[in-house]
């Protein structure tokens, strides 16, 4: 039984700060592949960052590359996602997701729910002034 919980969304001002965090149990994150994909209101899901079980190598999505850092802590199984700058195109709900990301979505950041084994139930980001 694999469960991701995802934690650290709320409300904040544009240029503002976030971290979010993915605990994992049933499973160890340095097991595999971990990502983070997100959903925003009104659009479909968008892959944003994946990381491999040794910490490297670490693929973004090219339009968040510049202020999103994805991390893991194998010791604790979690997984983390920080963002710096944000801004109100960034509002959506974030997912964790466990697998491997295909060579597709790395490339346009486009997937969807079977391209990975697990997910996690979203944290909720609102960057309003």
């Known amino acids: 039984q694999v469960q991701l919980v995802e934690s650290g969304g709320g409300l904040v001002q544009p240029g503002g700060s976030l971290r979010l965090s993915c605990s994992a149990s049933?499973?160890?994150?340095?097991?595999?592949?971990m990502n983070w994909v997100r959903q925003a209101p009104g659009k479909g899901l968008e892959w944003v960052a994946a990381?491999?079980?040794?910490?490297?190598?670490?693929y973004y999505n090219l339009t968040v590359k510049a202020r999103f850092t994805i991390s893991r802590d194998n010791a604790e199984s979690t997984l983390y996602l920080v963002i710096d700058s944000l801004k109100p195109e960034d509002t959506a709900v974030y997912y964790c997701?466990?697998?491997?990301?295909?060579?597709?979505?790395?490339?346009?950041?486009?997937?969807?729910?079977?391209?990975?084994?697990?997910w996690g139930q979203g944290t909720q980001v609102t960057v309003s002034s």
């Open positions: 997701t466990k697998g491997t990301p295909k060579p597709r979505t790395l490339l346009t950041g486009e997937t969807s729910r079977a391209d990975f084994d697990y």
């Open positions: 049933g499973t160890t994150i340095n097991s595999g592949w």
């Open positions: 990381i491999n079980s040794g910490g490297n190598p670490m």
